[in-house]
């Protein structure tokens, strides 16, 4: 009873979960501030408890990893880029596409404050490895592959 749901953003189905918030008499504990300025986002992390992302169409979930970096562990569907990003169990939790599963991996984080605690941790650890320094360095990585690659198909 004292947690809150923020959905951030205005996607194609705001109107309609606004309406089912509504009917289910939520509409105080589901929060929709629609989009918001990127400068604002750090804000909404550092009042959340944890990050969830249903979406199983991610290749590199940018919201996900900015979570994390805020220490915020996930709850998301196992999917491309999800799956690509989070452990399960370590930083997160990975759930089949299925509500009730879901539910499930979001109550239980939500209601263990130290198991959240850690994987919040772990997560922020995860998210590092996104930076911009490792990102270039293993980018530089494959450059150097295939020039060595490349090289030796010539001699």
């Not at 918001?36 to 909404?44: A, K, V």
């Not at 290749?59 to 996900?64: G, Q, S």
């Not at 220490?71 to 880029?81: D, I, R, T």
């Not at 109550?107 to 990102?135: C, F, K, N, P, V």
Request: glycine letters at 10%; a negative charge; proline letters at 5%.
């Amino acid at each position: 009873p004292d947690r809150r749901l923020v959905l951030v953003g205005e996607g194609t189905e705001r109107d309609d979960l606004m309406g089912l918030a509504r009917r289910l008499g939520l509409e105080d504990r589901v929060l929709f501030p629609g989009r918001i300025e990127y400068r604002d986002i750090p804000r909404y992390y550092a009042a959340a408890n944890l990050f969830v992302m249903t979406s199983v169409t991610e290749v590199r979930p940018l919201a996900l990893i900015e979570a994390m970096a805020s220490g915020l562990p996930v709850v998301a569907v196992s999917a491309p880029g999800s799956t690509d990003t989070v452990t399960h169990g370590a930083d997160g939790l990975l759930t089949p596409d299925d509500p009730a599963a879901f539910a499930d991996a979001v109550r239980h984080l939500l209601s263990d404050d130290g198991t959240r605690t850690e994987m919040g941790r772990r997560a922020r650890g995860t998210a590092g490895t996104y930076s911009i320094i490792d990102t270039t360095r293993r980018l530089v990585g494959i450059y150097e592959q295939a020039r060595e690659s490349r090289l030796a198909a010539r001699a």
